[in-house]
């Protein structure tokens, strides 16, 4: 059973910079992809950043710039660099992994972390 733990999360002045994780436990096969979705209070979850296990990236409009994913293969572990950070930052940050079975695609989701910019 595949398992997410994040970690990072924080209370963080508007311009400050935090670096999330989520180290991802169990197998998790050679094709998949690692995200970050957060969500505000009231509102729904949306796509921040994704990487791909062969390291393809793709970001929301309003993180490019300021944001950076990355992984590490070795320890099936995924990074949310957050610069620039501005109060609409502010929500929970979730880890999801999405894993690649034939044709198959299986979401597993992390519990989320909580960010909060003040301004």
């Known amino acids: 059973q595949v398992q997410l733990v994040e970690s990072g999360g924080a209370l963080v002045q508007a311009g400050g910079s935090l670096r999330l994780s989520c180290a991802a436990s169990?197998?998790?096969?050679?094709?998949?992809?690692m995200c970050w979705y957060r969500q505000a209070p009231g509102k729904q979850r949306d796509l921040v950043a994704a990487?791909?296990?062969?390291?393809?990236?793709n970001y929301a409009d309003s993180v490019k710039g300021r944001f950076t994913i990355s992984r590490d293969n070795a320890k099936n572990t995924v990074y949310l660099q957050m610069n620039s950070l501005k109060p609409e930052d502010t929500a929970v940050y979730y880890c999801?992994?999405?894993?690649?079975?034939?044709?198959?695609?299986?979401?597993?989701w992390g519990q989320g972390t909580q960010v909060t910019v003040s301004s």
């Open positions: 169990g197998s998790i096969g050679s094709n998949n992809a």
């Open positions: 999801n992994l999405v894993v690649v079975v034939v044709s198959i695609r299986i979401n597993y």
């Open positions: 990487i791909t296990s062969g390291g393809t990236t």
